[in-house]
């Protein structure tokens, strides 16, 4: 079966450090990919998309993520976060075979000052 | 301009009473989707469409219609609304073939059902 598992319900770090928001899927080939984020009261926006080659995306706001076919994994990075990173990441998987979205739980993300 | 829109933005309905959601895209999109979001939860399909005056049954489609008059316009049903419907309600589109099932988003609509 089809599926997104976000581990982290909650992340907190620091402003000014480095972040990783984890993704895991399961599907029997290679998927499409999406990050999702969701700033408070708002819709939900696209940081990125993986559909193949260099396995390291970058997306916007300096996000970049990486795909894993032998971890089954596409994590959300970034370097340095920002307060305004403060908001609810959701990870995509779309199976090549139809159009439909598979959804994550999302991971809340904390910026301490 | 927005690209997805949605009417209202928020709702107070009571229990088994009518009420239609609204969303209206300019992407040309063929896709539309319903998803309902739960304080704390993911995105859960309700219904979607692939073609004007066809609706089809998402993951959660019970107690809920689905009306696509046209390729812009989709509207979401609850024709007896009832507390557990209490959430806040997406609608998305898509073009399958050209965008490889990336989603654009409205801006979401609170519903709160007393």
């Known amino acids: 079966a089809q599926s997104v598992t976000q581990p982290d319900a909650r992340v907190t770090v620091s402003e000014g450090a480095s972040l990783q928001l984890r993704c895991k899927y399961s599907?029997?080939?290679?998927?499409?990919l999406f990050w999702y984020v969701q700033y408070p009261r708002q819709g939900l926006q696209l940081l990125l998309k993986?559909?193949?080659?260099d396995p390291v995306v970058q997306g916007v706001n300096s996000f970049e993520a990486e795909f894993s076919k032998s971890n089954s994994s596409f994590h959300l990075q970034k370097a340095s976060v920002h307060w305004s990173d403060s908001a609810v990441y959701f990870c995509?998987?779309?199976?090549?075979?139809?159009?439909?979205?598979?959804w994550g739980s999302g991971t809340k993300l904390i910026i301490k000052p | 301009e927005a690209a997805v829109t949605q009417s209202p933005r928020s709702k107070v309905a009571v229990t088994g009473g009518k009420v239609t959601l609204s969303c209206h895209q300019t992407?040309?999109?063929?896709?539309m989707y319903w998803y309902r979001q739960d304080t704390g939860h993911g995105l859960r399909l309700i219904h979607y469409s692939y073609v004007a005056d066809s609706t089809e049954k998402g993951d959660i489609p019970d107690g809920y219609k689905a009306s696509r008059p046209s390729q812009e316009n989709f509207s979401l049903i609850l024709e007896l609304a009832s507390l557990s419907q209490t959430a806040v309600y997406f609608c998305?589109?898509?073009?399958?073939?050209?965008?490889?099932?990336?989603?654009?988003f409205g801006p979401g609509t609170r519903l709160t059902v007393l």
């Open positions: 599907y029997s080939a290679t998927p499409y």
């Open positions: 993986y559909y193949s080659g």
């Open positions: 992407n040309n999109h063929d896709y």
């Open positions: 995509a998987l779309s199976p090549r075979s139809n159009y439909q979205l598979i």
């Open positions: 998305a589109s898509s073009d399958w073939g050209g965008n490889y099932a990336e989603q654009f």
